[in-house]
């Protein structure tokens, strides 16, 4: 079974550009998360979503960061304008739909931004 | 309230001893309590998880043990090896709740864990 995909891996940008990034969820997978891990720290919840419709995005920072999955699949993570604080590695993850309740997240292996 | 604080931030054992990684929780109402594992480059696995209906949990050398009146739980390695060595992160969630909080895992800050051969 194909895990959780993530791309690019890397990215390196100047302050003020724009980014994005891309996850593809475990297949039949309703749920999917992007979470920030700055180095060093535990991942952080950045917006749930459940199908194509948001859960969770209160830790957001939305002045500059946008999130869509528009047809319930894959999505996207968008940051614009970069700050320097942004430097971390973005995770996607993915689970079964809320009635499995199994818990378990499944993670891609990030995308590292570095902003200079 | 909805922090997990995990300790200790780094850890060094020798091969064949037991690694002790502590987490401890505010909100009541966490229901399920995952340990990750992760490798550099990589992103976090699950590696053994427990619901407060039990207070410990076995699978291989992993054993969790869970305290639900102090509010905190344990990850214990035994006979740790070097393929261990990694970072570890408790989480805990509320897979009972609907709405907003489902399946939301709130990690602790990591434990990096290096076993010597």
């Known amino acids: 079974e194909a895990g959780v995909a993530q791309s690019p891996r890397y990215k390196i940008i100047e302050k003020r550009q724009s980014v994005a990034f891309w996850c593809n969820p475990i297949?039949?997978?309703?749920?999917l998360y992007w979470y920030q891990q700055i180095l060093g720290q535990g991942p952080k919840l950045l917006i749930q979503?459940?199908?194509?419709?948001?859960?969770?995005d209160s830790q957001l920072p939305k002045d500059r960061f946008s999130a869509e999955r528009l047809k319930g699949v894959d999505s996207t993570l968008k940051i614009q304008p970069a700050k320097l604080e942004d430097s971390a590695v973005y995770l996607c993850?993915?689970?079964?739909?809320?009635?499995?309740?199994?818990?378990?997240?499944?993670f891609g292996e990030g995308s590292r931004l570095t902003v200079l | 309230q909805q922090q997990v604080k995990q300790s200790p931030q780094s850890l060094i054992v020798q091969k064949g001893g037991i690694s002790i990684i502590n987490c401890a929780y505010e909100n009541t109402a966490f229901d399920y309590f995952p340990w990750y594992q992760q490798f550099p480059g990589k992103g976090p696995a699950l590696l053994i998880a427990i619901r407060p209906d039990v207070s410990e949990k076995k699978e291989g050398r992993f054993t969790i043990s869970f305290n639900k009146s102090a509010k905190q739980f344990s990850l214990h390695i035994m006979d740790s090896q070097p393929g261990d060595s990694a970072t570890y992160f408790c989480a805990a969630s509320n897979l009972n709740a609907g709405g907003t909080s489902y399946g939301k895992l709130t990690f602790g800050q990591g434990t990096i864990l290096t076993v010597h051969p």
């Open positions: 993850a993915s689970s079964f739909s809320v009635g499995q309740r199994t818990g378990e997240l499944f």
């Open positions: 297949s039949g997978h309703a749920t």
């Open positions: 979503f459940q199908n194509n419709g948001v859960v969770d």
